[in-house]
């Protein structure tokens, strides 16, 4: 008997959503969050848990989150393959399966990359005048807040031949602290914020993301004391070991805008209920902070994942059908390697919901790997079929389905 898997695409598709929703239809879920973590071993740890949410319509949903967690050497993608090669191997995973993955890697290479910083036209060097020490290794606060105080010491150990230009620092209650974003992600030059309630995006220059073209952090912090070589701080919101550029002293007379006229605003951020608990000290998450499958480690391992998944399922590839066309959402959320996929691999699509980046790069090659028999929504099979829903770590907010993704295993 064939077994025939179906994807409805009316919610668009991206590689976690998928994997979320084969665990839906019927995949042991520890087991596919075991391989998830294996295909990671060798290039950094992999955090890859599930939950299950209900929908609006009251059906479940499998929810996938992805996070890399510290920092490693940079993967090429030429690497990508003999990578995802040794992972597949380690799954146990056979053909016509691996080949599946291997396709989908292969199709993302040769994807137009989408817009970032260009190579600069000019650069400088600047010297490294310390490093920061936190009790953070893996996860680090988007702000210092109040109740990080207790996570433990908080200082920067300036190097030893800059130790005598933080004489008389000791004077001023804040400083400024410039870092250099080590494990930034690669640039951009415009974001969606992932907690704003609309997709739109800015540019990077009038956001604070760590993936800019100049990965500089800015942080405002209490001075406790200075110890020899060490200035000991108020929390830092920097991975332990991030190097310093620069520390100057914050000024009240020059710095404070408290009572003047002019004191500024908040630009696009106005009225935004998130700067509200920023400024309050409030503690709250980032929705939608999910690594990115774009990092070679996290997109190796989802493919496992998903190839090892359709194999238990005993999927026959070459029947898959999905519905026509492909919803990418709106046309200014369509990243350009996800357009050249579908356009280079003749997959129909048009923008339709009013939501976030509903069709991924990797979830465009999936289908081009696929390469189903696309067929009217009204033209899906309806008997004998067992439905699943599956969500990733993007948090969309909009219809269909808050953005899952369904599939269906039919039998014929």
């Given at each position: ?129 310390g490093t920061a020490h936190t009790p953070y290794k893996h996860k680090a606060p988007y702000q210092p807040q109040p109740e990080n105080v207790g996570d433990g010491a908080f200082y920067i150990q300036v190097e030893p ?252």
């Amino acid at each position: 008997m064939k077994k025939t898997l179906g994807i409805d695409t009316k919610a668009g598709i991206s590689a976690d959503r998928f994997a979320a929703a084969l665990i839906g239809l019927g995949l042991p879920e520890r087991e596919m969050v075991r391989v998830i973590k294996s295909a990671a071993e060798g290039l950094g740890l992999l955090d890859a848990h599930t939950h299950i949410e209900f929908l609006p319509n009251e059906r479940l949903a499998h929810r996938l989150h992805l996070m890399p967690l510290g920092k490693e050497e940079p993967l090429p993608m030429e690497d990508a393959s003999l990578v995802l090669d040794s992972a597949l191997i380690r799954a146990n995973i056979a053909e016509p399966y691996a080949d599946f993955a291997r396709r989908v890697l292969a199709i993302l290479r040769v994807a137009t990359p989408p817009p970032s910083s260009p190579p600069p036209a000019k650069s400088i060097s600047l010297p490294i005048i310390g490093t920061a020490h936190t009790p953070y290794k893996h996860k680090a606060p988007y702000q210092p807040q109040p109740e990080n105080v207790g996570d433990g010491a908080f200082y920067i150990q300036v190097e030893p031949q800059y130790a005598a230009a933080t004489q008389s620092l000791e004077t001023f209650s804040h400083i400024f602290v410039l870092s250099y974003l080590d494990r930034a992600l690669e640039p951009e030059l415009s974001v969606r914020p992932p907690w704003k309630d609309d997709d739109k995006r800015y540019g990077t220059f009038a956001t604070r993301s760590p993936n800019r073209p100049s990965p500089i952090g800015l942080t405002r912090v209490r001075l406790h004391r200075v110890e020899g070589e060490r200035i000991y701080t108020s929390p830092l919101d920097l991975f332990d070991g991030t190097p310093i550029l620069d520390i100057k002293p914050f000024i009240q007379t020059l710095d404070s805008v408290t009572g003047e006229e002019d004191a500024g605003n908040d630009g696009w951020l106005e009225g935004s209920d998130h700067l509200e608990l920023h400024r309050l000290g409030i503690p709250h998450t980032h929705p939608g902070g999910a690594g990115s499958l774009s990092q070679p480690q996290t997109l190796i391992a989802v493919l496992t994942g998903i190839a090892w998944g359709l194999q238990h399922l005993k999927v026959e590839l070459s029947s898959t059908i999905c519905t026509s066309p492909v919803n990418t959402g709106p046309e200014y959320a369509l990243e350009l390697s996800a357009q050249s996929v579908l356009e280079k691999h003749k997959i129909p699509h048009r923008p339709e919901t009013k939501s976030g980046e509903l069709v991924t790069p990797d979830g465009a090659a999936i289908l081009a790997a696929l390469s189903p028999k696309f067929v009217a929504a009204d033209d899906m099979p309806s008997e004998g079929k067992r439905a699943a829903y599956g969500l990733g770590g993007q948090v969309l907010d909009a219809v269909p389905a808050l953005g899952a993704l369904r599939l269906f295993l039919s039998e014929v």
